[in-house]
């Protein structure tokens, strides 16, 4: 199929061709006005869809599925506007697409990358015009094969259906679809009342060869000739190999070869690899875990090896007492607060946790003279391609990246340093590698969700309302080392200067405080939204406690009256205070709250907008003398605009409550000498499922908006909602994450 | 010395090292991929197996612990027909990423199989982790399977 390299103008909206089987290509192409951050340029390419004569319709997925459910949903936005039989679509996982024929690169299949739950709002954008011209081009073969006029053709279930009844497959209007000149111009789309697949349950797409053992994941490659690579990386940030001996390692039964990774020159930029390290290169797993037990290294302790938790909290501590970037400041929080009948104030504490999606990280790459072949699981495929071409020279063009299933991805995936280490190891060793990481290299090796110390400070007038709010941060930025990225920028990826409460108080500052680490951080899901919804949310519970005001009332009487205000973060153009009230008051309604309670136990709730999507939780909880936690019911809603798929809406809000919930009781990441602590799940210890809740009920609203993705939202609110309840439930009001064992500390000091 | 056992009904005589984990063997000898790596230490439950007919983490368990013995993989639990548990899987849309699917499954039909008639608390006895949180419906879908079963 060469359909990639079919020549697409900008005028042409879709082309058509014939396979050798007989089937029918449909290449359609968009233009995209909005510009893709850390991406070449999107353009208008395209992305296929084939109809085969016996009407089965295969259709490209152009976004890695790393469990968010793209690869359901995306189709199913191409596949409604065809009016397509769902039950006789086939779901391809497309390659890396991009173009570089022309003066800029340019994407073939339109962006793609899982980040920042943009894969829905981009395909709405542009998929549903892919499927729509192609169902023009069914209606019109059947019009020319029954001599009438395409008005009176109308489509179903992958059948077009004359006004007399009779009826074609699309199959067989193939050979004749393939003879029509599409429109230059956008076909209408379909009136979403006669939606028939957007909008109704439909299960993941892959779930038959999941419960068989037959999906493919990055890990299940297993390409001929290669071999399998393991590396031991230098645990000291920036730190490096001072002497080795490799002789054991060589001599282990199965090792190949053992190769030193050179890592990325301190503070520069991590475009690359991650680490300094040594690789171990066998026939297979054991052998190269076997070999890497056997080398002997004195590592250099870099210029982090003082670094600690304990010495980052005092950091934090001096650069509070400070005034620092501020970043926003509305009014006048100074006179707010000489004139406030009350004030309030607080300091919270997000740690650094680690992504540890359950797939560890691998890479298969094959470096050749002149090209290189990638089959990887990763986030961001051109990403992959563009650290192949920075380790080896091998022009993007010559470089190829085909995308797994991902065993999870959670923000870990969107860098891809082991990548760059598979290039590496396989250039060195002129051999195709499949590097495999354990689970310990997972844990001491990745971009950490970034650690910070929060102060905020709301002043009250003598009515209760809230006149002034500052939220003070000192955080290690996760913009450490971004090439893009300038130290005046740096808070940016840390503070969202248009998220709740600015605008509904008049006096509102933020401010932002650099802490110096050496420790990688990066994009973790719904990146600065978990720590600040957090902290905001459990701090909006201690203004209501304080002044003696219900916390659901006092989040309404701060919303006000329904209206929009311009958002200019990722996640805007506009946030609504309606769209965030309604979510909220859906789960107090659920939940019932302002009922009693039995003793011990307590009602939280909390509401944030996420990346254009609004959620809430509620959540009744009870705290055992000991400090355990029962949840007798979790309630969420979500507003991501018209559900396209309400299961996996469902299923991302139940997993990323319960993400939020394990993240929130168990998981830090302790820094010691300039090392993390952590290395394995004994120690960094997600959930069980007896932790968890047992059952989450989502409510999903019923929008007609354009979608936003939903792969992010529930996470940040279940946090603070799980943080309020327990205050409600015995009086402990917990400002440091992870609650793990300060509960049982706490009570006993109670 | 070659270990031998039987891996799905099909017998197995591997000559290498018999001190390399199950999982390895499976993964990079048998090429059944569909046993996971998750912590390479016993604790998530990715690379879960049956050993006759037992939960089994396959990480923590060198190939000669099995000589002799039956292993069913996830690859080997269909017959002509999906086992109930994987039905079970399908009606209530468990996965997400899927990656520790498997290992829930397997863990689920040996949970089962010792007790058909689990309660809430005995589900909990499964100490497999889901990274993405399908604890949910891996709960429903369990006890769907239960029903089924009994039928
Ligand atoms: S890989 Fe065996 S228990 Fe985690
Ligand atoms: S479905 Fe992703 S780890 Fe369980």
């Keep these: 199929m060469n359909v990639l390299q079919l020549p697409l103008t900008r005028r042409t909206f879709l082309q058509s061709s014939l396979t050798a089987s007989g089937g029918l290509l449909l290449i359609p192409a968009f233009v995209r006005a909005a510009a893709v951050a850390d991406a070449p340029p999107p353009n208008p390419l395209g992305l296929f869809l084939r109809i085969e004569p016996d009407n089965r319709v295969y259709i490209g997925s152009r976004n890695p599925e790393i469990g968010q459910g793209v690869k359901t949903s995306l189709p199913m936005i191409i596949a409604e506007e065809l009016d397509a039989d769902w039950t006789l679509v086939t779901v391809e996982q497309l390659p890396l697409g991009i173009n570089f024929s022309g003066p800029t690169p340019q994407w073939k299949y339109g962006p793609q990358g899982a980040g920042g739950s943009t894969s829905i709002p981009e395909a709405w954008a542009d998929l549903r015009q892919v499927g729509a011209q192609a169902r023009w081009l069914m209606r019109s073969a059947a019009a020319k094969r029954w001599g009438a006029p395409p008005e009176s053709v109308s489509t179903r279930e992958s059948h077009a259906i004359h006004a007399d009844g009779r009826r074609l497959a699309y199959g067989e209007l193939i050979a004749i679809a393939a003879t029509l000149k599409l429109p230059a111009d956008a076909v209408p789309l379909k009136d979403p009342a006669e939606y ?7 299960r993941v797409v892959d779930a038959g060869e999941i419960v068989t053992g037959r999906a493919r994941y990055g890990i299940d490659v297993h390409e001929p000739g290669a071999f399998t690579a393991v590396m031991l990386r230098c645990p000291y940030f920036d730190g490096g190999i001072a002497s080795y001996d490799d002789a054991a390692a060589r001599a282990v039964s ?97 740690p650094f946790v680690s992504h540890a999606p359950l797939e560890p990280q691998n890479a298969f790459v094959h470096v050749e003279a002149n090209r290189a072949r990638v089959i990887a699981p990763v986030q961001q495929p051109a990403g992959a391609q563009r650290a192949v071409n920075l380790v080896t020279g091998i022009p993007r063009p010559a470089i190829t990246v085909e995308m797994t299933r991902v065993g999870g991805g959670f923000g870990r995936r969107l860098s891809s340093d082991y990548v760059a280490e598979a290039a590496l190891i396989s250039k060195a060793t002129n051999r195709p590698i499949k590097l495999m990481w354990t689970r310990e290299d997972d844990l001491q090796h990745d971009f950490f969700r970034p650690f910070g110390h929060h102060e905020l400070i709301a002043t009250l007038d003598d009515t209760r309302r809230v006149t002034g709010w500052t939220h003070r ?98 996640g805007g153009p506009k946030f609504n205070t309606g769209r965030l009230r309604t979510v909220l008051e859906r789960v107090a309604a659920a939940i019932g709250w302002g009922r009693s309670v039995p003793r011990g136990r307590g009602i939280g709730l909390a509401a944030h907008f996420t990346f254009g999507g609004y959620a809430a939780h509620a959540m009744e909880v009870e705290v055992l003398p000991g400090g355990g936690i029962v949840f007798h019911r979790v309630v969420c809603a979500i507003d991501c605009g018209r559900p396209i798929n309400p299961l996996g809406i469902s299923a991302q809000m139940q997993g990323g409550t319960i993400d939020g919930l394990s993240t929130a009781l168990n998981l830090e990441i302790t820094i010691k000498d300039g090392c993390v602590q952590q290395r394995n799940f004994n120690d960094y210890p997600l959930a069980t499922m007896a932790q968890m809740p047992k059952d989450v009920e989502v409510l999903i609203i019923d929008s007609q908006a354009d979608p936003s993705g939903c792969g992010e939202m529930g996470i940040p609110t279940a946090a603070p909602a799980l943080a309020n309840a327990i205050f409600a439930a015995c009086g402990v009001r917990l400002r440091n994450l992870p609650i793990r064992s300060q509960l049982a500390e706490a009570r006993a000091h109670a | 010395m070659n270990t031998r056992f039987i891996v799905n009904g099909v017998e197995r005589d591997f000559a290498g090292d018999s001190e390399m984990p199950l999982l390895w063997y499976l993964r990079d000898h048998a090429r059944l991929t569909g046993t996971k790596f998750g912590c390479g230490s016993g604790i998530c439950g990715a690379c879960t197996v049956l050993v006759e007919g037992k939960a089994q983490r396959s990480c923590m368990l060198p190939v000669a612990a099995v000589a002799g013995r039956s292993v069913t993989t996830i690859e080997g639990l269909a017959g002509p027909e999906l086992h109930p548990v994987q039905q079970a899987w399908l009606e209530e849309d468990v996965a997400q990423c899927g990656y520790c699917q498997a290992g829930q499954i397997l863990a689920a039909v040996a949970l089962l199989k010792r007790n058909p008639e689990p309660g809430p608390d005995d589900v909990e006895s499964i100490t497999n982790l889901c990274r993405c949180g399908t604890y949910v419906r891996i709960r429903r879908a369990i006890a769907r399977a239960a029903r089924e079963m009994r039928r």
Excluded at chain 1, 255 to 283: H, M, S, W, Y
Excluded at chain 1, 474 to 488: C, G, I, L, N, Q
Excluded at chain 1, 518 to 537: K, L, Q, Y
């Design chain 1, 254 to 350: 199965g090792v190949r070869a053992v190769v030193v990774v050179p890592g990325p020159k301190q503070g520069e930029p991590f475009t690359a690899n991650l680490a300094t390290g040594i690789a171990v290169v066998a026939d297979d797993t054991w052998s190269a875990l076997k070999g890497r037990a056997a080398l002997k290294v004195e590592w250099t302790r870099g210029p982090f090896a003082g670094e600690s938790s304990a010495a980052l909290d005092r950091q934090c501590d001096e650069l509070l007492s400070q005034t620092g970037q501020i970043v926003r400041d509305d009014g006048n929080f100074a006179a707010a607060r000489e004139s406030a009948a009350r004030t309030v104030q607080a300091r919270y504490r997000v």
């Design chain 1, 196 to 202: 028939r697949i957007i909008g109704r349950p439909q």
């Design chain 1, 473 to 570: 941060l000192a955080s290690a930025s996760k913009y450490y080392r971004r090439a893009d990225v300038k130290p005046e920028g740096q808070w940016e990826a840390e503070l969202y200067p248009d998220d709740f409460p600015a605008r509904l108080v008049p006096n509102y500052r933020v401010e932002w405080h650099s802490v110096t680490s050496g420790i990688p951080r990066g994009s973790w899901r719904a990146p600065a939204h978990t720590a600040n919804a957090f902290v905001v949310e459990s701090f909006l519970d201690e203004v209501a406690h304080a002044s003696g005001q219900d916390a659901l009332a006092l989040r309404l009487a701060m919303l006000g009256a329904d209206r929009e205000f311009d958002y200019e973060q990722h």
